[in-house]
T-cell receptor
Framework: GENVEQHPSTLSVQEGDSAVIKCTYS??????FPWYKQELGKGPQLIID?????GEKKDQRIAVTLNKTAKHFSLHITETQPEDSAVYFC????????????FGRGTQLTVWP | EAQVTQNPRYLITVTGKKLTVTCSQN?????MSWYRQDPGLGLRQIYY???????DKGDVPEGYKVSRKEKRNFPLILESPSPNQTSLYFC????????????????FGPGTRLTVL
């Protein structure tokens, strides 16, 4: 199955700084790359995703970049705010993997005011 | 409101006492899945279902059972719970599990915190 690694496991930044979380994967056939945000006491929620035919996608302060050759993709958060504090998960996959899904171990992001 | 609901939200039980955690979605989603979340291990898939009467094992299925008799419900059954099943459990659903379309976002329930003594 897919081997997914996420780094770093914890990240602390000052409000207004940028944060970058990296996800590496093993399955070269992966073609869908989402990032989920889990706030305290809640279930994960999709915040941004990218498909393999696109190198970068932005949505306001968050962006995802993909390097298919190196088999990694990254979540970028600019101008961080305290409400960005959460656990972030990546979950790369391919459509032919019928139902099996693999998540990274998560990154705890803390944004200090 | 479109949502995934789980019950109970919290449960403390004893070893060997059978229990069921219910999961229901009102979005007519075909795909449903169960995960457990443990510190340092992230989310690990237990079982998933591509559609009614179709279920399959995920990464950590041992000690769990599921059923999908109707589209909206996907209960998780622990026939004889053990302390190593103490965890935070999440149910999730999505329209379908393929990636060629646009509707492959997973919607997660609020979680069930289970403690087995």
């Amino acid at each position: 199955g897919e081997n997914v690694e996420q780094h770093p496991s914890t990240l602390s930044v000052q409000e207004g700084d940028s944060a970058v979380i990296k996800c590496t994967y093993s399955d070269s056939a992966s073609n869908y790359f989402p990032w989920y945000k889990q706030e305290l006491g809640k279930g994960p929620q999709l915040i941004i995703d990218i498909r393999s035919n696109v190198g970068e996608k932005k949505d306001q302060r968050i962006a995802v970049t993909l390097n298919k050759t190196a088999k990694h993709f990254s979540l970028h958060i600019t101008e961080t705010q305290p409400e960005d504090s959460a656990v972030y998960f990546c979950a790369p996959r391919r459509g032919s993997t019928l139902g099996r899904l693999y998540f990274g171990r998560g990154t705890q992001l803390t944004v200090w005011p | 409101e479109a949502q995934v609901t789980q019950n109970p939200r919290y449960l403390i039980t004893v070893t060997g006492k059978k229990l069921t955690v219910t999961c229901s979605q009102n979005m007519n989603h075909e795909y449903m899945s169960w995960y457990r979340q443990d510190p340092g291990l992230g989310l690990r898939q237990i079982y998933y279902s591509m559609n009614v009467e179709v279920t399959d094992k995920g990464d950590v299925p041992e000690g769990y059972k599921v059923s999908r008799k109707e589209k909206r419900n996907f209960p998780l059954i622990l026939e004889s719970p053990s302390p190593n099943q103490t965890s935070l459990y999440f149910c999730a659903s999505s329209l379908w599990a393929g990636t060629s379309g646009s509707n492959n976002e997973q919607f997660f329930g609020p979680g069930t915190r289970l403690t087995v003594l």
